[in-house]
């Protein structure tokens, strides 16, 4: 990368990626490495400042993540949350105790504006606490720059050594001048200047894209989520018909949206576009299976075998190109902490793909690797890619088979895709859509007595489910007006065959998951 470098060394917090992404937000690159990557290869990267993330555990425990001194001997400005404070604390001869009355969320603390990472803050203000162990003793050359009720040390500085540490998580929007601190420290104390933008990224990979492929071809798994949008938007810039764009609808994608997906890339882009239709095929393997783990594993080993049947007629050699984004490389492991204390693989994820032994490419291409979410999503507008593909909700790579629970039939895929469509344009028509981060209908395999006219019926329960969240790591059910849901539920009784019942989800994330299955 041309672009000035910070280092996220993660500890093990759930928060590693949430923090690389305030960053990016001030217009700074930023990279999560493992705690113990050798310092020699951190010297190599020469970022201009380092973040240590949280963690679960205590610092005085041996098997905890530790790191060496001589990394506070570099000269580069480090910056330690939670954890990495008491660890900062620790590792320079300060001491960490148990607290005596532990601390967990929203907390007011009072903090010194003179110290360069709460300049602009006010003094008395709320943050986001969540530790039982606390720093009894700073090191030498330290100064306390914030303490709160419980905590005598909430934040420690030591400007000489460019080396400040707060014990909450300013990362997290709970924390009211969390941005604020954190740009601090990467303006005031790193002299970062904001060079990580979306049109230099769009320019730089374009061209990187052109140099590395040639005249060779490309084939990209088109499948009409953002990720993949926006990657077969810049290889169709870069490349043009070189780039092969299969897109395998399974009929489990919601109303007419294989349509809209091959409309748009067809009318955009320079490519050539294959569409599979393979409902038929799909339901037959799915035929008779419940449990929702089987069916996920159905249909993730049928997609794979379409998509690569179809890539088998279409490839001669080239590359192959996949919709890979950052979180993707560090939930599968590559990227992410190891070792004692580390962030658990979480899975392997769908958007990184396993080759047939069989088929062979030059190589593969991820022009998407380094990006968040919300940076792809500012790629694609860029490119002109439509807005509500864009910033299409998030949606399960099962796709509405894990939204029909109990067996999947044609009929139900098709009574799920107009209830989802008929509570989507509600939602859209009473301006509530940019409150809500994701929504959608659910068929449970549940019947209930209903009366239509003067007849007895015997039919479907649909389950609508919106939620709010900032991450989606914890989530909160929408609290839609009730004239708002009165209208959704009228409308599926009356417009929806074999509908007859509408309840509201109102379970937050914990204890339930966002999706059902």
């Known amino acids: 990368m041309t672009n000035q470098l910070c280092i996220v060394l993660d500890f093990g917090g759930q928060y590693n990626q949430l923090i690389a992404r305030r960053v990016r937000e001030c217009g700074v690159y930023c990279e999560i490495k493992k705690f113990d990557t050798p310092i020699e290869e951190i010297k190599a990267l020469n970022p201009a400042g380092i973040i240590f993330t949280g963690g679960p555990n205590s610092v005085y425990d041996e098997t905890s993540p530790h790191i060496s001194k001589e990394i506070f001997e570099l000269g580069i400005p480090v910056l330690g949350i939670c954890y990495g404070c008491q660890l900062m604390a620790y590792t320079l001869g300060g001491t960490v105790s148990t607290c005596v009355t532990s601390e967990y969320g929203k907390t007011e603390i009072k903090s010194d504006s003179s110290c360069a990472v709460f300049k602009g803050v006010p003094e008395q203000n709320t943050v986001w606490m969540s530790h039982t162990d606390y720093i009894s003793q700073i090191p030498e050359g330290f100064s306390i720059t914030a303490t709160s009720k419980d905590c005598p040390c909430a934040a420690m500085a030591c400007p000489e050594k460019k080396l400040y540490a707060v014990q909450f998580h300013p990362e997290v929007t709970h924390s009211e001048y969390g941005k604020e601190i954190l740009r601090n420290f990467l303006f005031e104390v790193c002299d970062f200047t904001g060079d990580w933008k979306m049109d230099n990224f769009i320019e730089e990979t374009v061209a990187k894209l052109r140099e590395k492929i040639g005249d060779k071809k490309v084939v990209l798994g088109l499948s009409g989520g953002v990720d993949s949008s926006v990657a077969a938007g810049l290889l169709s810039r870069a490349v043009g018909k070189q780039l092969t764009c299969v897109f395998v609808d399974q009929g489990l994608m919601r109303k007419d949206e294989g349509d809209f997906v091959e409309e748009t890339f067809t009318r955009l882009f320079d490519m050539n576009f294959v569409r599979v239709n393979c409902q038929k095929q799909f339901l037959e393997k799915l035929k008779g299976v419940t449990d929702p783990e089987q069916k996920r594993k159905i249909i993730g080993t049928e997609f794979y075998k379409v998509f690569w049947d179809k890539v088998r007629e279409e490839a001669e050699g080239g590359f192959f190109a996949q919709g890979t984004i950052y979180p993707d490389r560090i939930e599968s492991g590559k990227g992410n902490a190891s070792g004692k204390g580390s962030t658990a693989t979480i899975k392997t994820h769908h958007n990184m793909v396993e ?122 059910w929408a609290r839609i007006p009730y004239d708002v849901l009165a209208k959704v539920s009228n409308r599926l009784c009356n417009e929806v065959e074999h509908v007859n019942r509408v309840v509201y989800d109102i379970t937050s994330k914990p204890p339930g998951t966002v999706e059902w299955e």
Not at 364 to 379: A, H, N, S, T, W
Not at 396 to 416: A, D, F, Y
């Open 355 to 476: 080759m047939p032994k069989d088929i062979t490419f030059d190589g593969i291409i991820e022009p998407l690797g380094d990006l968040f979410k919300d940076e792809v999503r500012q790629v694609g507008e860029k490119l002109g890619i439509p807005h509500e593909l864009v910033w299409r909700q998030p949606f399960p790579g099962p796709g509405l088979g894990v939204r029909i629970i109990g067996e999947i039939t044609e009929e139900k895929v098709k009574i799920l895709q107009e209830a989802d469509a008929v509570f989507r344009d509600e939602i859209k028509k009473s301006g509530i859509e940019s409150e809500l981060k994701q929504f959608f209908a659910v068929l449970p395999d549940v019947k209930t007595v209903g009366v239509m006219g003067d007849h007895r019926t015997y039919d479907h329960l649909i389950a609508i489910r919106a939620v709010t969240t900032d991450d989606f790591m914890t989530a909160d």
